[in-house]
């Protein structure tokens, strides 16, 4: 299991901003594929919103990757 901390300097990040912003995704339609086939969780739900406001406290998984939003 791969885990990244993440800092964000504003208020959130969308979920599919921050996919591209670490690397997981190449695209904005990478970011939106991957989210709307229910691969992505939000703190252990999955989230199918590209547009969800990623706050710091958050965690993001994918896979094997763990991002965790401070």
């Given at each position: 299991?791969?885990?990244?901390?993440?800092?964000?300097?504003?208020?959130?990040?969308?979920?599919?901003?921050?996919?591209?912003?670490?690397?997981i995704s190449e695209s904005g339609g990478h970011s939106k594929e991957i989210i709307s086939e229910g691969f992505?969780?939000?703190?252990?739900?999955?989230?199918?919103?590209?547009?969800?406001?990623?706050?710091?406290?958050?965690?993001?998984?994918?896979?094997?990757?763990?991002?965790?939003?401070?």
């Open positions: 299991m791969q885990k990244d901390i993440i800092n964000i300097e504003t208020e959130y990040i969308k979920l599919g901003d921050l996919l591209k912003f670490a690397g992505v969780k939000v703190n252990g739900e999955i989230c199918i919103m590209r547009g969800k406001k990623i706050r710091a406290g958050d965690k993001v998984e994918l896979d094997d990757i763990v991002l965790e939003i401070t």
